[in-house]
């Protein structure tokens, strides 16, 4: 089992760049596929990007691509979301969620366990 628990989140105006962390407790942090995800009011929760247990593969939103960037560190057992260019559509709550499952799923479903979210609020 892994917690996780995210960080970052805060303010900031439009075409900013904010950075986000996610740590995780437990010594299997490097087996998990890990994604970032985000919720705004009123929607449903939405993949953002994820990574490989590795850090070899990665996956975004056709919204955040080339925008945001996902990364982790398994030997601090921490997950990064590089935010740049933020839009104010970028305004959410920010969850990283841990999937046992190798592939680098979409779905929020497939993942196993999650945090307990950041907000993030791009101001125009």
């Known amino acids: 089992q892994v917690q996780l628990v995210e960080s970052g989140g805060r303010l900031v105006q439009a075409g900013g760049s904010l950075r986000l962390s996610c740590a995780a407790s437990g010594r299997t942090f490097n087996i998990y596929t890990m994604g970032w995800f985000r919720q705004a009011p009123g929607k449903e929760r939405e993949f953002v990007a994820g990574?490989?247990?590795?850090?070899?593969?990665?996956n975004y939103a056709d919204s955040v691509k080339g925008r945001f960037t996902i990364s982790r560190d398994n030997a601090e057992n921490t997950l990064y979301l590089q935010m740049s260019s933020l839009k104010p559509e970028d305004t959410a709550v920010y969850y990283c969620?841990?999937?046992?499952?190798?592939?680098?799923?979409?779905?929020?479903?497939?993942?196993?366990?999650w945090g307990q979210g950041t907000q993030v609020t791009v101001s125009s």
């Open positions: 990574i490989s247990w590795r850090g070899g593969r990665t």
């Open positions: 969620a841990a999937d046992r499952s190798p592939g680098i799923a979409t779905m929020a479903g497939n993942y196993d366990y």
